[in-house]
């Protein structure tokens, strides 16, 4: 059975840190392009963080860069967030998705999702 598993929410005040898990099964995460995305409330959702199957290339939504970072470990077959100085507006239900690349609108097999609140 084909399955991402998102884990690692929760809620922290504004400049702690997170890291995300998305976990696969029924597929290898090596052979795909790998992807979180959030939606926060009354908002659309968005791409945050890609890595590319090779793990050679990664993309950052801009407000993430230099505060996000995606990696993959393929012998536990799982994708990680790691989210340091965090905001109020990171707020959101993250996702995990994978597709043949990293192009947001290809992303079509989803997790359930995990809730991440920064209040103070």
């Known amino acids: 059975q084909l399955q991402l598993v998102e884990s690692g929410g929760g809620l922290v005040q504004p400049g702690e840190s997170l890291r995300l898990s998305c976990a696969a099964s029924?597929?290898?995460?090596?052979?795909?392009?790998i992807a979180w995305f959030r939606q926060a409330p009354g908002k659309e959702r968005e791409g945050v963080s890609c890595?590319?199957?090779?793990?050679?290339?990664?993309n950052y939504k801009d407000s993430v860069k230099g505060r996000f970072t995606i990696s993959r470990d393929n012998a536990k077959n799982t994708v990680y967030l790691r989210m340091n100085s965090l905001k109020p507006e990171d707020t959101a239900i993250y996702y995990c998705?994978?597709?043949?690349?990293?192009?947001?609108?290809?992303?079509?097999?989803w997790g359930q999702g995990t809730q991440v609140t920064v209040s103070p």
């Open positions: 998705a994978a597709a043949a690349s990293c192009i947001w609108e290809e992303f079509d097999f």
């Open positions: 029924g597929f290898a995460v090596e052979d795909y392009a």
């Open positions: 890595i590319s199957s090779s793990g050679g290339s990664t």
